[in-house]
């Protein structure tokens, strides 16, 4: 009895599953590990959240409406306004966080068969995703050298044939911290309307943008409202990666409709999560400023720390919390799980994610991992001095 | 801008969805509408549940595992074990409510252009999450008259062939509110050991079965414990349908593996309300007794009233709590409408469900509707009463 579907089996096993038991025999033997692998924050909850949690007084925990509590729609309806975004009540939907609003995205915009199109490295769940409903990715491929910035516009089309359906980016991007400017997304803007595509835009990492960098969303392109759908989450953006509370917002309202249909089909968010999360939306800017700041801190913290490593190469990345660097080592899993088992500083080690599960084209990445900057500076700094030293005493030996 | 893909363009909107302008039309007008037509329990919560979400002091609300917390995962062998189910911590997984697990299981056994057969009347989304993977249903038609029991096993046998790779079934029914007898259990058994088939369990109204009945999961028979895959959820058990926690079980640990890739693709479910299923399933079974007396009592006043109306087939069903009768009327669709837009008791009228939309055979249901018995005796009373003379009314208007 072994019949698994074959989009089941065309999944891969989380690349960063694999390492846990390396991290975990390390632990088992004393070893403090640092998670630079992980994007779980460590940054406080709004405790707004928990309040609304613990007064909620239904003596029964009812169904919610399949779009959403109102409350919530109201709260994201303001939020959105805040970024000069106007929606109706009718053009947002709750979802069980970010994940549920691509795989809808992509169910609603794709048959089987069909394909997105992605700049690479993306997020690896896009593929899988993908997988699960039969949808395919073309990727675009992106350069550590220049900062993961977009190619030009004749190259993007070239890839693009009549089994595209959509362009699917994150902006702030993870794994590779890049914004795109303004310009990369009005030529993407340009490339949806000639090819007809949809726009599904990730913008979960909205409010993380460094250096005071302008942040354009792909919901201010007026010639393009038609086709973009913006997949939305509380989880980074308010450190409630637990509460599975994201959203999906645009202003094609049939498009909406469609969606609906699947949202029908689950019935409804939990209910708690969305009375929590109404209050998430009501936290004041100064906590974005506050985390903002924090955030940057860390990552000048552990790019200054990669730079004094030989033959790293990155720039600097302006926003999300991750960086992606190519390091001067053929096979950068090797290198993550030789961190685990064999080095150590102080009875100190790091676990870093290889790069390789975030592309889509074979043999890319194998010599990158990616970093997620979500500790703070006193360790973050530690970790990045382990992982240089690492770097060092790995090239030695393999010599 | 209209390129929708044709799986969502497929599914339709929720049945009962057109119906509700006329209810909300009718309450605007002051008129009491009694709800036969959804299932959202009246029943109370368990207060464990919500005394464990509000004990929940972390700081930050941090992803969970992807398998479900260890506790949730614990509390469900337990639970388990009382229905002398014994399963192991890697056959066990927590899902976003019952219908991400249906999801999740039709995902990892079907592929796109594959069926699964299913008794109908069935739950609408069974074809709703069907077609959002491209997976179509092949149904075994059901009757009124014998009180939704299955056909002979040739009957069944011939509507199979290659492209069907699972049997599901819902048992107790929704929304039948059948209960299949251990013979009717062990003959789609047979089938599926013949066939090399799936048999997805659909048990969620597991404590729902009256009259002393003796009630079989599949999880009790030992032949197929390697092709079943157990679809569970809090929802009705512990009137928690707002909490959306559900599960999958199987003694398949490589079907869990496989299933347990898609779970780390959408990385978790919300944290505290598996934290608060976890106390659910400390109920003690004296709520359950209590509960079940109560439907017991429910569905009997119910029956009772819908057996005093000329011309209504249907057996008193045994488990869940619906009843799907057929009515002397041509389109029951028709009549519910009439009796939210003209029918009135006092200034009171009955909102019921057609049951064309759970037949996937097209023209069957047209003159049956479900109602759910879930609302506390008094109001069943005179909802039954307000159908009764409703029907009889309705009889004379379309003479």
């Not at 460094?210 to 409202?225: I, M, R």
């Not at 939305?232 to 049939?254: F, H, L, P, Q, T």
């Not at 390091?327 to 994610?353: Q, S, Y």
Request: one cysteine or more; charged letters at 25%.
């Amino acid at each position: 009895m072994n019949n698994f579907s074959n989009r089941v089996c065309s999944m891969q096993a989380s690349p960063i599953r694999k390492l846990v038991p390396f991290a975990q025999a390390a632990k088992a033997d004393g070893v403090k590990v640092y998670h630079l692998n992980i994007g779980q924050p460590d940054i406080k909850t709004p405790k707004g959240f928990f309040d609304a949690v613990k007064n909620f007084d239904n003596d029964v925990l009812e169904y919610a409406v399949s779009q959403g509590i109102p409350e919530l729609i109201e709260a994201l309806q303001n939020y959105y306004k805040t970024y000069n975004m106007d929606f109706d009540k009718d053009e947002l939907l709750i979802t069980n966080g970010g994940s549920e609003a691509l795989l809808f995205a992509m169910m609603a915009t794709c048959d089987p068969g069909d394909r997105l199109l992605i700049p690479e490295p993306f997020y690896t769940n896009y593929n899988g995703f993908g997988q699960c409903v039969n949808v395919g990715v073309t990727p675009i491929t992106t350069k550590a050298e220049n900062g993961f910035h977009l190619p030009s516009k004749d190259e993007i089309l070239a890839k693009i044939d009549d089994k595209v359906k959509a362009i699917l980016i994150s902006n702030p991007g993870n794994p590779t911290g890049a914004i795109y400017t303004k310009e990369e997304l009005e030529m993407l803007a340009e490339i949806a309307i000639e090819k007809n595509l949809w726009i599904i835009s990730d913008e979960v990492y909205r409010e993380f943008v460094y250096d005071g960098l302008e942040y354009t969303s792909f919901g201010n392109l007026e010639n393009v409202k038609d086709r973009v759908i913006i997949i939305d989450s509380v989880s980074k953006r308010y450190s409630a990666c637990g509460a599975r509370i994201g959203s999906i917002a645009s202003k094609n309202k049939e498009l909406i409709a469609q969606i609906m249909k699947l949202c029908q089909g689950r019935l409804c968010v939990p209910t708690l999560e969305q009375v929590g999360a109404v209050e998430l939306y009501k936290t004041p800017v100064s906590y974005f400023k506050e985390v903002n700041d924090e955030y940057k801190k860390r990552r000048d913290v552990l790019y200054g720390e990669l730079m004094k490593a030989e033959g790293v190469i990155c720039e600097k990345p302006t926003g999300a919390f991750y960086i992606v660097a190519k390091l001067p080592v053929d096979n950068a899993e090797d290198f993550v799980k030789w961190m685990l088992t064999e080095f150590r500083v102080d009875g100190e080690t790091v676990m870093a994610t290889p790069a390789e599960g975030f592309y889509a084209t074979p043999g890319l990445g194998k010599d990158e991992i990616r970093l997620a900057y979500i500790l703070k500076e006193e360790d973050l700094r530690k970790a990045g001095e382990i992982l240089r030293k690492g770097l060092e005493a790995y090239a030695k030996v393999n010599k």
